[in-house]
């Protein structure tokens, strides 16, 4: 089975900067899109960023501000974030589609497997 363990949420102050890890395991020799996902009380799930090899997408919310990135070995992906404001303050779950399947980096509904999710609190 797919398994996705986040790091390296927390609290920051408005304009800082975090970076959150996550360790993709449990396939192999696959390319695969993975992406970050993030869920506030009272809001909707909302995908900010996916990744499948050299190609990224981001939503606008966070476009200019967040980058995602992979290891050289493809088995951890990054978020950096960048400018954060108290609108940034969610649960941040990193997410991978079925391996071997078609998938799409924009399309939330393709991300099937989910981390346990970091808490990233702006004040």
């Known amino acids: 089975d797919v398994q996705l363990v986040e790091s390296g949420g927390g609290s920051v102050m408005a304009g800082g900067s975090l970076r959150l890890s996550c360790v993709v395991s449990?396939?192999?020799?696959?390319?695969?899109?993975l992406g970050w996902l993030r869920q506030a009380p009272g809001k909707e799930r909302e995908l900010l960023a996916g990744?499948?090899?050299?190609?990224?997408w981001y939503a606008a919310s966070v476009k200019g501000r967040f980058t995602i990135s992979q290891s050289d070995a493809e088995n951890t992906i990054y978020l950096q974030m960048n400018s954060l404001t108290p609108d940034d303050t969610a649960t941040y779950y990193c997410a991978a589609a079925q391996p071997g399947t078609y998938c799409d980096i924009s399309r939330e509904a393709d991300f099937r497997y989910w981390g346990q999710g970091t808490q990233v609190t702006v004040s």
């Open positions: 449990g396939y192999t020799n696959k390319r695969n899109c």
């Open positions: 990744l499948y090899g050299g190609s990224s």
